[in-house]
């Protein structure tokens, strides 16, 4: 069965360091989104991309965050300048159409630590 | 504001015995509401979802149960076996084409 990888599993970061966290969604998937998971607490939305762009973004993707399709295949979460309130699980979600609670699918995640 | 929780951080229940997971949800426009099961070490995976016309949807061995009235969602997971072990989650969506907003989330712990 298809599933969408996110590596590292694991990152452990200084705080203000840059980090990069990489997905590879499904192969014929076209909406991307990111979430995260403070230790305990909900999911929540980060942002979605569809088309090369942005298609939404919540009030914790600020200017520290962005995303990026580099190529046909990778799908990144970059936060600049890491901040201990960022120490979370991150995961990347895809779907062959947008917003489709059904078909989208969720990776394993990729713990960050800040210290 | 946004606004998806649950009711109890923790559920146990003997093995072979009926779950039920109760959520409340404060936004009466949402229309899709979904139920997500989240195991140690994995992402969400979707369980089964129900519109806001429907007040009661069955999978395989689960039903959710909506009643608009008092804002309340359910999930009912029948003779609960020790791979039903994980977190639920209920989320909405304010219609087919919006985000997904998540709730907190309830462990499920299956007793032997």
């Known amino acids: 069965e298809p599933e969408v990888t996110q590596t590292p599993s694991h990152q452990v970061t200084q705080m203000g360091q840059e980090v990069i966290l990489r997905c590879v969604p499904i192969s014929n998937h076209l909406y991307f989104y990111w979430y995260r998971q403070i230790l305990g607490q909900k999911v929540e939305f980060l942002v979605s991309?569809?088309?090369?762009?942005?298609?939404?973004k919540s009030e914790i993707f600020d200017d520290q965050f962005s995303v990026e399709r580099p190529d046909g295949s990778n799908f990144t979460l970059k936060i600049r300048s890491t901040k201990l309130e960022d120490s979370a699980m991150y995961f990347c979600?895809?779907?062959?159409?947008?917003?489709?609670?059904?078909?989208?699918?969720f990776g394993s995640g990729t713990q960050l630590s800040v210290l | 504001g946004e606004s998806v929780g649950l009711h109890l951080p923790t559920l146990s229940v003997q093995e072979g015995d009926n779950s039920i997971i109760n959520c409340a949800y404060s936004n009466s426009a949402s229309d899709y509401f979904i139920w997500y099961k989240q195991e140690s070490g994995k992402g969400p995976q979707f369980i089964i979802d129900i519109r806001s016309n429907m007040d009661k949807r069955q999978g395989q061995r689960v039903t959710v149960l909506l009643n608009k009235t008092v804002k309340h969602l359910s999930l009912q997971i029948a003779a609960t076996q020790p791979g039903d072990s994980a977190v639920y989650f209920c989320?909405?969506?304010?219609?087919?084409?919006?985000?997904?907003?998540f709730g907190k989330g309830t462990r499920l712990h299956i007793l032997p």
């Open positions: 989320a909405e969506m304010k219609n087919r084409d919006d985000k997904i907003i």
């Open positions: 979600a895809s779907s062959v159409r947008g917003n489709s609670a059904e078909k989208l699918f």
């Open positions: 991309f569809y088309n090369n762009e942005i298609s939404e």
